[in-house]
């Protein structure tokens, strides 16, 4: 009884965040919905039993949502107001339809197959952990490496491209001066 209620509960704030995440134009508020969904997700993980992959997806994806954050900060231009409108449009609405769809036929055909066998069988006595350790860095040791170098050079790159915007600083520029800056800015749109 109360893992039914944990899974509807979860799985109801999950949609509920990520419909914010894709719904709003303010970068913020979709930034804070995307890392409140993830950390929703791991939920799902430690119901199961997959303490791993539950901690893993808190770590990697709830930390990348935090370097979302700062690149957010940089980026986008907070200072301006958005004014939101709520339309669904038809084509949002049966792409979202024919993604659910797909995913329940592939998730199923996973439960209803007969013929389907473990690539690498569970190691007697070992934990969770321990199973997916041993095939992490043993048989995708070369790709384990590989991801951790390209993300290091993405990280570098982020830094770069964000260091580049730092020779001014809203929070130090007095009111006429922002408002200056955007009134150059609508002149060369025009």
Do not use: C
Not at 166 to 178: G, N, P, V, W
């Amino acid at each position: 009884m109360f893992d039914a209620i944990a899974f509807y509960t979860f799985a109801i704030l999950t949609i509920i965040m990520f419909y914010i995440t894709i719904s709003t134009k303010q970068p913020l508020y979709a930034l804070t919905a995307l890392g409140a969904g993830m950390i929703l997700v791991s939920g799902f993980f430690f119901m199961l039993g997959a303490d791993f992959l539950g901690v893993v997806q808190i770590i990697v994806y709830t930390g990348a949502i935090m370097a979302l954050y700062a690149f957010g900060m940089m980026f986008f231009d907070t200072t301006k107001e958005i004014k939101e409108t709520r339309y669904t449009s038809a084509a949002v609405i049966t792409m979202a339809t024919l993604a659910a769809i797909l995913v329940i036929i592939i998730f199923s055909s996973a439960i209803i197959g007969t013929n389907i066998s473990p690539q690498y069988p569970p190691i007697a006595g070992a934990t969770n952990a321990q199973s997916i350790g041993m095939v992490l860095f043993t048989k995708y040791l070369i790709p384990f490496e590989l991801s951790a170098i390209m993300l290091l050079v993405a990280m570098v790159a982020g830094i770069v491209l964000a260091g580049k915007k730092m020779d001014q600083s809203l929070t130090l520029m007095a009111e006429e001066e922002i408002s200056f800056i955007e009134e150059a800015k609508t002149k060369v749109l025009l």
